[in-house]
């Protein structure tokens, strides 16, 4: 490491090794250690995430469903299971 204090205006990234602008990387707000995407950049990042998501689609999906009814709902999977029971039975 240099001696010389500068302000880190860039870093390499872990997993492309390439010098980019600290802008290039994720914050770590929300996202800290989810990922890992503070010591790599956004495009790494993004691919990671891509990768981890077509890995673990199913529990990704459920993930997503229940933020989505959570969300715009604001019910979880198990009410909105049961309402859709009774809506089915009621058909
Ligand atoms: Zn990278």
Do not use: H, P
Not at 18 to 33: C, D, H, N, V
Not at 51 to 60: G, L, P, Q, T
């Amino acid at each position: 490491m240099d001696s010389i204090k500068v302000e880190v205006k860039e870093k390499d990234c872990s997993q492309c090794s390439e010098i980019k602008q600290l802008s290039e990387f994720g914050t770590a707000r929300g996202m800290r250690g989810r990922y890992g995407c503070n010591s790599i950049c956004r495009k790494c990042c993004a691919k990671r995430t891509a990768i981890y998501r077509e890995k673990n689609r199913d529990s990704v999906l459920v993930k997503e469903r229940a933020r989505f009814l959570k969300t715009y709902y604001k019910i979880s999977v198990d009410v909105y299971e049961r309402m859709y029971a009774e809506q089915k039975e009621n058909i």
